[in-house]
C-alpha cells in the first residue's frame, strides 16, 4: 500500500511538473504583458526598465527555474492587473470555484443514480430508453450551450433565477446545472452497465431465492458493488470541473479562479495564469490519488499490494 501511495504521488508530481512547464510555455507565447501596461508611446527605455523588474527580460529557460523555485516556497509573484499577490487572490477566487464544482457534483449524482438504477432494474422500458435519451442530449450539449439556454428560459423569458454573480443561494442553480449535465449522461451510462453486470450476478439471483427484497438486493449489495467504477467517474469528473469551470464562470459572471485565469490569460497577467492553471493541476491530481485509495474501501476484494 505504501510503495503505492508513493508512487502515485510521484506520477502526479510528474504531471503537475509537466503542467507548469507546457502553461509557461503558452503564456510566454501569447505575447508581451509589457505592451499592454505601457502606453505606445512608452519610451524604450522605460519599456525595458520594466520588463526588467518584471523578470520578463531574462532568458525563458531561467525565467521557468526562477518560477519553480518561487513556487515551491509559496510564491508566485504579483499580478499584473490585480497588484496583489498572486497567492492571496488565487485562494480569494478558490473557494467560489470549489463551491460551484460541488454542487454541480450533487446535481449529477441526484439525478444519475437513479436514472441508472432503475434504468437496469428496468431494462428496455420506456424510463429506460427516457434515461438513455437523456445521456445521449447530455453528451452532445456543451456546458456553455446549457448554460446560455438556462439563462435564455429561465432569467430573460420567465425571470425566475438570477443569471449572474454569486451573492445568494439561487445563483448557483444555473452555473451547477450546466456544469453538472454532461457527468449526468455519463455517470449513468456507468451506472446502467455496471448494475446490468451485478444484477446477473450468482450472488444475486442466490438471495432472490431465498426472499430478500428486491429493494435491499438492488440498492444494498448490487449498487455497492457497481459504486466502483461511479467513484472513478466522480473523482475524474470533480477534477474536471474545476478546470471545466472556467467556461461556466465566464457565462454566469461566477467570481471564481476559472473566471479570473481567463481574465488573466486576455490581460497577459502571466503569474495568475500560471498560478491559476498549477492549482487546477494539482486538485486534479489529488482527485485522482483520493479515487485510487477509496477503491479498497468500496470493494475489499481490490487491493492496492502491487
Same mark, same amino acid.
Given at each position: 500500500? /505504501?510503495q503505492?501511495v508513493?508512487?502515485?504521488v510521484?506520477q502526479?508530481?510528474?504531471?503537475?511538473l509537466?503542467?507548469?512547464?507546457i502553461?509557461?510555455?503558452?503564456?510566454?507565447l501569447s505575447g508581451d504583458?509589457?505592451?499592454?501596461?505601457?502606453?505606445p508611446?512608452?519610451?524604450e527605455?522605460?519599456?525595458?526598465?520594466?520588463?526588467?523588474?518584471l523578470?520578463?527580460h531574462?532568458p525563458?529557460?531561467?525565467?521557468?527555474l526562477?518560477?519553480?523555485?518561487d513556487?515551491?516556497t509559496?510564491?508566485? @509573484?504579483?499580478?499584473y492587473?490585480?497588484?496583489?499577490?498572486?497567492?492571496?487572490?488565487i485562494?480569494e477566487r478558490l473557494?467560489a470555484?470549489?463551491?460551484?464544482a460541488?454542487?454541480?457534483l450533487?446535481?449529477?449524482?441526484?439525478?444519475?443514480?437513479?436514472?441508472?438504477?432503475?434504468?437496469?432494474?428496468r431494462? @428496455?422500458s420506456?424510463?429506460?430508453?427516457?434515461?438513455?435519451?437523456v445521456?445521449?442530449l447530455?453528451?452532445a450539449?456543451?456546458?456553455?450551450?446549457v448554460?446560455?439556454?438556462?439563462?435564455l428560459?429561465?432569467?430573460?423569458?420567465?425571470?425566475?433565477?438570477?443569471?449572474f454573480?454569486?451573492?445568494t443561494?439561487a445563483?448557483?442553480i444555473?452555473p451547477a446545472?450546466?456544469?453538472?449535465?454532461?457527468?449526468?449522461a455519463a455517470?449513468?451510462?456507468?451506472?446502467r452497465?455496471?448494475?446490468?453486470d451485478?444484477?446477473?450476478?450468482?450472488?444475486?439471483r442466490?438471495g432472490?431465492?431465498?426472499?430478500?427484497?428486491e429493494?435491499v438486493?438492488?440498492w444494498?449489495?448490487?449498487?455497492?458493488n457497481?459504486a466502483?467504477?461511479?467513484?472513478?467517474m466522480?473523482g475524474?469528473?470533480?477534477?474536471?470541473?474545476l478546470?471545466?469551470?472556467f467556461?461556466v464562470?465566464?457565462v454566469?459572471?461566477w467570481p471564481?479562479?476559472?473566471? /479570473?485565469v481567463?481574465e488573466?490569460?486576455?490581460?497577459r497577467d502571466?503569474p495568475?495564469?500560471?498560478?491559476?492553471?498549477?492549482?487546477?493541476?494539482?486538485?486534479?491530481?489529488i482527485?485522482?490519488?483520493?479515487?485510487?485509495?477509496?477503491?479498497g474501501?468500496?470493494d475489499p476484494?481490490?487491493?492496492?499490494?502491487r
Amino acid at each position: 500500500m /505504501t510503495q503505492f501511495v508513493l508512487r502515485r504521488v510521484l506520477q502526479g508530481l510528474f504531471s503537475i511538473l509537466g503542467a507548469s512547464l507546457i502553461i509557461f510555455v503558452i503564456t510566454r507565447l501569447s505575447g508581451d504583458p509589457v505592451v499592454l501596461m505601457l502606453p505606445p508611446e512608452a519610451p524604450e527605455a522605460l519599456v525595458q526598465q520594466m520588463r526588467e523588474r518584471l523578470g520578463l527580460h531574462l532568458p525563458v529557460w531561467q525565467q521557468y527555474l526562477v518560477f519553480l523555485g518561487d513556487a515551491l516556497t509559496g510564491d508566485f @509573484g504579483t499580478s499584473y492587473r490585480w497588484d496583489m499577490p498572486v497567492r492571496d487572490l488565487i485562494f480569494e477566487r478558490l473557494p467560489a470555484t470549489i463551491y460551484l464544482a460541488s454542487a454541480a457534483l450533487a446535481f449529477s449524482l441526484v439525478l444519475s443514480i437513479p436514472f441508472g438504477v432503475i434504468s437496469a432494474v428496468r431494462r @428496455g422500458s420506456w424510463f429506460d430508453r427516457f434515461a438513455k435519451t437523456v445521456a445521449m442530449l447530455g453528451q452532445a450539449m456543451p456546458n456553455f450551450w446549457v448554460g446560455l439556454l438556462l439563462i435564455l428560459v429561465f432569467s430573460i423569458h420567465l425571470e425566475w433565477m438570477p443569471a449572474f454573480g454569486a451573492d445568494t443561494p439561487a445563483h448557483v442553480i444555473m452555473p451547477a446545472i450546466a456544469l453538472g449535465w454532461y457527468p449526468v449522461a455519463a455517470q449513468t451510462r456507468i451506472v446502467r452497465s455496471a448494475m446490468l453486470d451485478v444484477l446477473e450476478s450468482d450472488y444475486i439471483r442466490m438471495g432472490r431465492s431465498v426472499g430478500v427484497p428486491e429493494g435491499v438486493l438492488v440498492w444494498k449489495y448490487a449498487f455497492r458493488n457497481a459504486a466502483v467504477p461511479l467513484v472513478t467517474m466522480m473523482g475524474v469528473y470533480f477534477a474536471s470541473m474545476l478546470g471545466g469551470a472556467f467556461v461556466v464562470e465566464v457565462v454566469f459572471a461566477w467570481p471564481g479562479l476559472g473566471r /479570473t485565469v481567463v481574465e488573466a490569460l486576455f490581460a497577459r497577467d502571466f503569474p495568475v495564469v500560471q498560478a491559476g492553471v498549477l492549482f487546477a493541476a494539482i486538485m486534479f491530481v489529488i482527485a485522482n490519488l483520493l479515487v485510487d485509495l477509496s477503491y479498497g474501501l468500496i470493494d475489499p476484494r481490490i487491493r492496492h499490494d502491487r
